[in-house]
């Protein structure tokens, strides 16, 4: 079992089995639910051809983590970036399990990676690449076995491309393979904003039991894609003034306030938030520090670490992100009463829109976005409340170690009842 004594290793892999083993040892439950987490129950790894523009064949790596699926078919998006590692992918599996059990959808938890640079990729290699990702994996990947959905420079035109690829191996239209789709062929509305709409949902929970105003509040958000960028919509029609947001090229600061219309436009016709007319510059490092309510980190694995956690000012952390608080970087967080809601939980939005989205498919009934909203809040709002009565009943502020006993709790539960385990031995019952 991990041992609880605090790291602060950069190899996400070891931050998810030591956060695992926390709640496996808070719940006092069996080793071998711990030895069945700490791993995938498959990893698999495959070489895609891709035919280049200029002729040459480049075989990229790609990745498939199936982490546990006691709960459902294996469920997680699919990462291209260029420092996409096995551990990376394993890691944002067992995330996935973890969220998946935590909203109470009947999912396990995968996740897939190419390691490419997209942005150096014509539309025809990105395309060539996405079916042949989807190609090599089809044996391990299906409805009911394995969804995949979009993760980090992944979009709706790469899920509708595994799509299309899918159906054309089964030889019949197979729209459920996948989530996050465009809507014509079967996404769900409300799917584009889900993520950001889920943790805007959970800060606002969070800034009640504190007594933090929304609506006089400020925030700070790192990264601007499609977590981030919406985030800074929905908080800014909440009434929250966000100050400062950045993306791979850097930061733009000012404390009147951004506009998310304004900077989303920057963006669109620049390609990037930096040099928004009015504000000033500033690096990611230092945007992670400054004084605001709520921080967003929204963009990648190990940006709050033991280094700048003493130097946070934000009251509120909630973790768009997969990964971006290491624990121990979260210890003294919070030792200084900041309040973190872990991406398990604040990012979850996403995956429970995707569920929304699968059971669409499945039914070929298609709902409003109102419906979608209202059953995403419900969910999300259900989520933050069980994750508060646990840490008051395990008797701690430390809302990741809450998070993971009750999706730890339920999986253990699945992985019992179906007699993988003798018994789960819990002591503690969310
Ligand atoms: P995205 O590709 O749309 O955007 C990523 C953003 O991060 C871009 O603006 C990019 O410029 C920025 N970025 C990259 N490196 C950075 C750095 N070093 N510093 C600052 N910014 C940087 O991706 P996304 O879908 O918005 O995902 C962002 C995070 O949210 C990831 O950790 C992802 O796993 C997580 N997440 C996303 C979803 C979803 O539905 N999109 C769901 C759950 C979790």
Aim: glycine letters at 10%; aromatic letters at 6%.
């Amino acid at each position: 079992m991990a041992t609880t004594t605090s790291i602060d290793a950069p190899n996400p892999y070891h931050v998810a089995q030591h956060e695992i083993g926390r709640a496996c040892e808070a719940l006092r439950l069996d080793p071998a639910v711990y030895r069945l987490l700490s791993r995938p129950m498959r990893f698999v790894e495959v070489a895609i051809p891709v035919r280049m523009d200029d002729g040459r064949t480049e075989v990229f790596v790609g990745y498939r983590s199936q982490h546990n699926d006691a709960l459902g078919p294996t469920k997680g998006g699919i990462r291209f970036h260029p420092s996409v590692t096995p551990d990376e992918v394993k890691a944002l599996s067992m995330w996935m399990t973890l969220k998946c059990a935590l909203l109470e959808l009947p999912f396990g938890g995968g996740k897939g990676g190419v390691v490419c640079d997209p942005k150096r990729l014509s539309p025809r290699e990105l395309e060539g690449l996405s079916r042949g990702y989807i190609q090599a994996l089809a044996q391990v990947m299906g409805e009911e076995k394995d969804i995949p959905a979009p993760d980090v420079y992944t979009n709706q035109q790469v899920m509708a491309w595994i799509a299309d690829e899918f159906s054309q191996i089964r030889q019949q239209n197979a729209f459920a393979i996948v989530t996050g789709k465009p809507l014509v062929i079967g996404g769900s509305k409300g799917r584009n904003e889900a993520t950001a709409r889920g943790a805007v949902t959970v800060v606002r929970e969070a800034a009640r039991v504190i007594d933090l105003d929304i609506r006089h509040a400020t925030a700070v958000i790192q990264g601007y894609g499609n977590a981030g960028s919406v985030a800074h919509r929905l908080l800014y029609e909440l009434g929250v003034r966000v100050v400062a947001v950045s993306d791979s090229s850097g930061g733009i600061y000012n404390p009147e306030g951004l506009d998310p219309r304004a900077v989303a436009e920057h963006k669109r016709a620049t390609g990037s938030v930096t040099g928004f007319p009015g504000a000033q510059v500033i690096s990611n490092e230092d945007l992670l520090e400054l004084p605001c309510d709520i921080l967003l980190p929204a963009a990648l694995e190990n940006q709050i670490t033991a280094g700048n956690a003493p130097r946070i000012r934000a009251r509120l952390i909630g973790e768009l992100a997969n990964g971006p608080t290491t624990p121990e970087a979260h210890r003294i967080l919070v030792e200084r009463g900041v309040l973190v809601l872990p991406d398990i939980l604040a990012n979850a939005g996403g995956v429970t829109v995707s569920y929304f989205e699968w059971v669409q498919n499945l039914t070929h009934y298609y709902w409003s976005e109102e419906e979608i909203n209202q059953r995403l809040e419900q969910r999300m709002v259900g989520a933050f409340r069980r994750v508060w009565e646990a840490a008051r009943q395990l008797g701690t502020a430390d809302l990741r170690l809450a998070a993971y006993a009750v999706a730890v709790r339920r999986v253990a539960e699945a992985m019992e009842v179906r007699g993988w385990i003798h018994r789960t031995g819990a002591s503690f019952r969310a």
